[in-house]
């Protein structure tokens, strides 16, 4: 479904990503790994069409999207929930909303995206609630779930999420993911998922990638990530060691 092969990009005299591959089935949840610095928001970040990338390809759905214009490439099938969610803080809960299904709106599909919109208040019922209110008013977990609401209502096949978790506390943390889940599970969803969150991310996760200074260095399924000893040390760490008590 999403594919990328040996992506490179640069900033300036700074190499980003260096030949960066990975691949990302039809509903499956696919966990990308890495410090700070590592490549994870810049590979995101190139598929999307918001950085340029000096060469490689990437196609979606058999659809080579490589120098596609990001709202294009929206119009494709690909959402972007970037790093810091990026909400609108003045307008309100329900035109945030509105907002995901910009490339789609006409006088004719007002009566299914007002139904999506309520769709989407089922999925994320706290929203529901606030829709009048102005989305910078909003908790943090509430502004994560309005985010990827707003990407839900684009309609994409495939969807990417960017440290969802950041900034939040445990029990939202929990909340988020749980949601995630819940996308593949009830909506047969593909979702390419950034975290820090090394655990909860390969807890939801079908398989997972670990990136080090632009390079894909490691591969493989969830379950062989979190057994890997390397992967425990840099990315599990303490939390890892204290599971073992």
């Known amino acids: 479904m999403l594919r990328v092969k040996n992506l490179q990009v640069y900033y300036g005299g700074i190499h980003a990503l ?5 691949h990302v089935r039809e509903k499956e949840i696919v966990a990308l790994l890495g410090g700070n610095g590592s490549g994870k928001t810049t590979l995101l970040s190139a598929i999307s069409g918001v950085v340029r990338s000096a060469s490689g390809a990437v196609t979606l759905n058999d659809t080579d999207i490589t120098r596609g214009r990001a709202d294009w490439i929206v119009r494709q099938g690909l ?11 003045p307008l309100t809960v329900e035109d945030n ?4 299904a ?3 709106y006409s006088f004719g599909a007002r009566t299914a995206i007002r139904a999506e919109v309520e769709d989407v208040f089922s999925l994320f019922p706290a929203l529901a609630d606030r829709r009048r209110q102005a989305a910078g008013t909003l908790s943090g977990g509430e502004q994560q779930m309005l985010a990827i609401g707003r990407a839900l209502l684009s309609r994409p096949s495939v969807l ?8 939040l506390a445990p029990k939202v943390i929990r909340e988020i993911f ?3 889940a819940r996308l593949r599970a009830e909506r047969g969803m593909t979702i390419l998922l950034v975290e ?3 655990r909860g991310a390969l807890a939801i996760a079908d398989r ?13 399924t969830s379950e062989d990530l979190l057994a890997n000893q390397d992967v425990q040390r840099a990315y599990l760490g303490r939390e890892h060691d204290e599971g073992n008590r």
Do not use: C, W
């Open 18 to 22: 260096r030949a960066a591959s990975i």
């Open 79 to 89: 959402a972007h929930v970037p790093e810091g969610r990026h909400i609108f803080k």
């Open 97 to 100: 909303l509105l907002l995901g």
């Open 102 to 104: 910009y490339h789609r």
């Open 160 to 167: 990417l999420l960017d440290e969802p978790s950041m900034g």
């Open 178 to 180: 749980d949601h995630i």
């Open 196 to 198: 820090q969150n090394a």
């Open 208 to 220: 997972g990638y670990v990136l080090e200074t632009g390079r894909v260095v490691l591969e493989g």
